[in-house]
Nanobody
């Protein structure tokens, strides 16, 4: 059974950076795409970024392109979301999910029905 634990959230000011981590266990490389999602109060859940564990391909939501970067440490089964130039609209609960490999930004939300996800880590961007 795949288990995911997120960490790294916090309260930061606009323009600051954060790096989120997603530690995966019970996990077989190559079978999943790891996706990062966020959920803000009063807003729809949004797929932010994803990375394939089979070929390392990545995808990003338009709202974070050029500011966020997803990466992986295969040896540790840890996946990262580097978030730079943070904006107040980036505020939300961020969680990672193990999705069917091949998931993209366009399919992530639907693919979540077939995945496993963690409890999330809160990111608040405020001055």
């Amino acid at each position: 059974q795949v288990q995911l634990v997120e960490s790294g959230g916090g309260l930061v000011q606009p323009g600051d950076s954060l790096r989120l981590s997603c530690a995966a266990s019970g996990f077989i490389l190559g079978y999943y795409t790891i996706g990062w999602f966020r959920q803000a109060p009063g807003k729809e859940r949004e797929g932010v970024s994803c990375i394939s564990t089979s070929d390392g391909s990545t995808d990003y939501a338009d709202s974070v392109k050029g500011r966020f970067s997803i990466s992986r440490d295969n040896a540790k089964n840890v996946f990262y979301l580097q978030m730079d130039s943070l904006k107040p609209e980036d505020t939300g609960l961020y969680f990672c999910a193990a999705l069917p490999d091949g998931s993209t930004i366009a399919t992530m939300l639907g693919d979540l029905d077939f995945g496993s996800w963690g409890q999330g880590t809160q990111v608040t961007v405020s001055s």
